[in-house]
T-cell receptor
Framework: AQRVTQPEKLLSVFKGAPVELKCNYSYSGSPELFWYVQYSRQRLQLLLRHISRESIKGFTADLNKGETSFHLKKPFAQEEDSAMYYCALSGSQGGKLIFGQGTELSVKP | DAGVIQSPRHEVTEMGQEVTLRCKPISGHNSLFWYRQTMMRGLELLIYFNNNVPIDDSGMPEDRFSAKMPNASFSTLKIQPSEPRDSAVYFC????????????FGPGTRLTVL
């Protein structure tokens, strides 16, 4: 079965601390993995995807096929990073996305 | 392009009433998705269309929910009759099928059923 698991509903860190939002997936094939972010009162927007291998706003994520994980990391969290983060999986080109439950990141001053 | 447009942004209605949510996808996109977001269940895919044709409606909760896409620039999600448990934020998203899975989301419609 296709599934995305984000084990933490809430992650609270202090400004300047490292942050890691966990994402594990279940998929029999070669999925595309994404991180979407939803800032307060804003629409969901793409943060990054594994095929781009890019760093956006200091965030990176590496696809680990052996551990079926796609954890999101940032070495120094900022208050403006506070938001809801969703990990998502797509099993086919341009097809539907399967979302995890989301992790709320709270960065305290 | 203004992005994905949804209307209304907020809807408050009474149980038993019909509710229609509207979505205008980004011009040129050929896939459209309807999601529901709740605290308990997170983001759930309700239905999606490719080239105006419904492809997967397995997420539609029950027969009270229906969705249409009469043309490439418009889609509706209808709930009839509405129930308090339908209260949620409903998102529409669109994508270009060959675009590698990236979806562009609308601002959402916050539905409250009393």
């Amino acid at each position: 079965a296709q599934r995305v698991t984000q084990p933490e509903k809430l992650l609270s860190v202090f400004k300047g601390a490292p942050v890691e939002l966990k994402c594990n997936y279940s998929y029999s094939g070669s999925p595309e993995l994404f991180w979407y972010v939803q800032y307060s009162r804003q629409r969901l927007q793409l943060l990054l995807r594994h095929i781009s291998r890019e760093s956006i706003k200091g965030f990176t994520a590496d696809l680990n096929k052996g551990e079926t994980s796609f954890h999101l990391k940032k070495p120094f969290a900022q208050e403006e990073d506070s938001a809801m983060y969703y990990c998502a999986l797509s099993g086919s080109q341009g097809g539907k996305l399967i979302f995890g439950q989301g992790t709320e990141l709270s960065v305290k001053p | 392009d203004a992005g994905v447009i949804q209307s209304p942004r907020h809807e408050v209605t009474e149980m038993g009433q019909e509710v229609t949510l509207r979505c205008k996808p980004i011009s040129g996109h050929n896939s459209l998705f309807w999601y529901r977001q709740t605290m308990m269940r997170g983001l759930e895919l309700l239905i999606y269309f490719n080239n105006n044709v419904p492809i997967d409606d397995s997420g539609m909760p029950e027969d009270r929910f229906s969705a249409k896409m009469p043309n490439a620039s418009f889609s509706t999600l209808k709930i009839q009759p509405s129930e308090p448990r339908d209260s949620a934020v409903y998102f529409c998203a669109s994508s270009f099928r060959a675009g590698g899975g990236r979806q562009f989301f609308g601002p959402g419609t916050r539905l409250t059923v009393l």
